[in-house]
Nanobody, 114 residues
Framework: VQLQASGGELVQAGDSLRLSCVYS????????VNWFRQAPGKEREFVGG????????YYADSVKGRFTISRDTAENTFYLQINNLNPADTDVYYC????????WGQGTQVTVSS
């Protein structure tokens, strides 16, 4: 199983960004897809996830209303749309697929300037 995250970049406060995670080796319906983020010296923080059925999506309270997870099964990709970015969103963002095991992407850096 391989996951490749991308889309992180330097943006300004108020901008929007869409992160992508391309996966292979695991069927989308066999795993829950999640996004996490981590700042230097801090624990990895859960941001949001989407159940394998695709019917339920859930988010951390801190990002509700600004973050949206979606998927494109034809492209073997899932996304994290982030709106109204602020400097507190500066982190490395990781995609994750959780089935019988945990599988992680390599992380993509999002930096928000004020």
């Amino acid at each position: 199983v391989q996951l490749q995250a991308s889309g992180g970049e330097l943006v300004q406060a108020g901008d929007s960004l869409r992160l992508s995670c391309v996966y292979s080796g695991l069927a989308f319906t066999s795993a829950t897809v999640n996004w996490f983020r981590q700042a230097p010296g801090k624990e990895r923080e859960f941001v949001g996830g989407r159940h394998r059925s695709g019917s339920t999506t859930y988010y951390a309270d801190s990002v509700k209303g600004r973050f949206t997870i979606s998927r494109d099964t034809a492209e073997n990709t899932f996304y994290l749309q982030i709106n109204n970015l602020n400097p507190a969103d500066t982190d490395v963002y990781y995609c994750n697929m959780r089935g019988r095991n945990d599988h992680w992407g390599q992380g993509t850096q999002v930096t928000v300037s004020s």
